[in-house]
């Protein structure tokens, strides 16, 4: 495998050949994949006519998911450029919603191997087994152990497809090369007693371990990954109880969670505008929030940093948040021994009084913002959405639980029972809705996309560019700052809480340079030239260093040529084929 000098992470001729049939004549000899393709040079017009082509006779979401996995095996760059240019309409097939139902039938569709598997059983030789990883040059993994899975529960390694699919958007969303990432799943047991019981179950068959053995596992996980690759980003995905980990490794390792962290900044990004459209101050907003698990006490944490930046003490900030689980609002003397996550949350001023139901609450409260992180969909009624608009002239609805079927409510009905008022935003995607309200206005309603998707590539891209040995709030904080100032003056006009989809590459680069910025300050960065960059300079440096799936060929061209020179073998001219066919190249 021959590395090309100057050239972080990238490698010729890797584990996953390239098979680019764009790729002209003597680049396929170099790459030894001259026969194995078709012989014509195709540009990319005719590649992607024909990709769409076909995936559109695909008839199902399934299909569809699995026809871009096949592109992204057999043709990794050709399939970023697919999804670069269509951002809107291929993520929700390669990411959510789909990949859930990807995920809950892994076993059944799985046709390739495409991440690293990691068992319980492998305890003791975990270093042996990511040695067998063929990339040489990981810059960032996700990993999980499938236990909580979007909100669709404990589906074991079926998770798998979680890690590949961010890690996909990793490269489209922010450029990180594909071959500097590692989707990886513990095989650490589930708790899916079908799936234990089901012959086509990939993974494990026995009941998770006990959380002692979990953390032995994960010790020598972190060793492992940081021993082969030393600046590796660790990126937590999908666990049930994910806070002990965060907590054990985030001052050790350059690790974050994403449910917890970078939940909380996205969403801290779309409250930032939401409280601003709403026309109250910071102090006048009640939240209530449905659901107190890692992504619900994420995001209630990260907006009550934004209330006390907003001049409220931490006290007061603190007492503007109502968080809800399955026994109803969570006070000090419920009776029941609360999560000690939940704690710093537990209502103290109910006088004895308990709320059982999410319309208890809300009567009580009278909430001014309502966000759904539950995993339970249809639970914002049209009655509970009405109330929300009768109390205020712009309520806040989030419902972000994912996938689409797990939503607390759709769009159209956010809109319907509130008559057009609402600020909303999803985890999942939405259709814009045209609607007429009561004083017989018409127009289109955009949906906003309230999903972490907007902060992971560029807290990623931006840790490995500053190489921070330690993922701090204050880089967190600072990604959802950034997706907040991106919003264009027209995207504002359109009423829209986050960017349009379309542009987060744009968005990626000023959340990395956000995410740097705040490293430098924490000084938990070592690429310390970067401190001398403007603004503007920072931006290029990181655009320059982002993978772009277009100019692929081309820099290959580039970079085979220079190699060639530096041996003695003068370089082909304008792409002509140098080498005669029988070359010994
Ligand atoms: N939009 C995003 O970017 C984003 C990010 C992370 C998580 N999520 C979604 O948020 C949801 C929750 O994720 P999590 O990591 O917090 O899970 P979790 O398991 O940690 O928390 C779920 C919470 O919901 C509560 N809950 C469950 N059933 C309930 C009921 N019947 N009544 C009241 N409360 C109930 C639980 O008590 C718990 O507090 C998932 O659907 C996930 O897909 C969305
Ligand atoms: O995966 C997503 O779409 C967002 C989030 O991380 C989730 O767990 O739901
Ligand atoms: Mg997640």
Request: proline letters at 6%; hydrophobic letters at 35%; glycine letters at 8%.
């Amino acid at each position: 495998m021959a590395r090309i000098p100057g050239q972080q992470n990238r490698t010729i001729g890797t584990a996953s050949p390239n098979f680019d049939t764009a790729n002209p004549a003597y680049i396929r000899k170099y790459l030894r994949t001259y026969g194995l393709t078709p012989p014509r040079r195709e540009t990319y017009e005719v590649q992607k006519t024909r990709c769409l082509q076909q995936l559109a006779l695909k008839t199902t979401d399934i299909d569809k998911f699995l026809y871009l996995s096949t592109l992204r095996k057999n043709n990794v760059h050709l399939f970023y450029r697919l999804v670069t240019d269509h951002l809107k309409e291929l993520t929700p097939l390669i990411y959510t919603p789909v990949v859930g139902e990807a995920c809950q039938r892994w076993s059944e569709i799985y046709q390739q191997p495409e991440g690293m598997y990691l068992s319980w059983e492998d305890r003791g030789n975990l270093a042996a087994v990511i040695a067998n990883w063929p990339q040489p040059n990981v810059e960032i993994t996700c990993i999980t152990d499938g236990s909580r899975i979007l909100g669709l529960g404990d589906l074991g390694i079926n998770g798998m497809g979680i890690p590949i699919g961010k890690l996909a958007l990793y490269t489209a969303c922010a450029g990180i090369r594909p071959e500097a990432t590692l989707p990886l799943t513990l095989d650490l047991g589930t708790g899916n007693k079908a799936f234990r019981e089901d012959p086509l179950y990939m993974g494990s068959r026995h009941d998770k371990i006990s959380p002692e053995e979990e953390r032995e596992f994960m010790d020598e996980l972190m060793t492992a990954l940081t021993e082969r690759w030393p600046g590796i980003v660790i990126q937590f995905e999908d666990f049930k109880n994910p806070f002990p980990a965060l907590e054990r490794y985030r001052h050790t390792y350059t690790c974050f969670n994403d449910d917890i962290q970078g939940t909380g900044a996205v969403i801290l990004g779309g409250v930032i505008n939401a409280v601003k459209r709403s026309g109250l101050p910071c102090k006048d907003h009640r939240a209530v929030f449905l659901g107190a698990g890692s992504a619900g006490v994420g995001v209630a944490k990260q907006i009550v940093q934004f209330f006390m930046r907003e001049g409220m003490t931490e006290n007061e900030a603190r007492a503007c948040f109502y968080l809800v689980d399955t026994k109803g609002l969570v006070t000090a003397d419920r009776g029941d021994k609360l999560a000690d996550h939940k704690i710093y949350f537990a209502r103290t001023d109910n006088n004895g009084q308990q709320f059982k139901t999410l319309e208890e609450v809300i009567e009580h409260v009278h909430p001014t913002m309502l966000m759904g992180l539950s995993t339970l969909g249809g639970v914002f009624t049209p009655q509970i959405l009405n109330k929300m608009a009768e109390w205020n002239t712009h309520p806040i609805i989030f419902p972000l639980s994912n996938p689409s079927s797990k939503s607390e409510c759709d769009f159209e009905s956010a809109i319907t029972h509130t008559d057009g008022r609402a600020l909303f935003a999803s985890g999942s995607p939405f259709q814009p809705f045209l609607f007429t309200n009561s004083a017989g206005e018409t127009r289109t309603y955009y949906p906003g996309q309230g999903n972490n998707m907007y902060v992971f590539p560029g807290i990623g891209l931006g840790t490995i560019l500053s190489k921070a040995v330690e993922v701090t709030d204050a880089m967190i904080y600072a990604s959802g700052e950034a997706v907040a100032e991106a919003l264009t003056p027209e995207e504002i006009e359109l009423g829209y809480l986050y960017p349009d989809i379309t542009r987060i590459r744009n968005v990626s680069v000023v959340v990395a340079r956000k995410v740097i910025r705040a490293a430098q300050k924490d000084k938990v960065d070592r690429e310390n030239a970067l401190s001398n960059l403007d603004d503007a300079a920072l931006d290029a440096w990181i655009r320059a260093r982002m993978y772009d799936p277009h100019a692929e060929v081309r820099s290959l061209e580039r970079e085979v040529g220079a190699l060639l020179s530096s041996l003695g073998t003068p370089s082909p001219v304008n792409g002509q084929s140098y080498f005669e066919p029988h070359s010994r190249l």
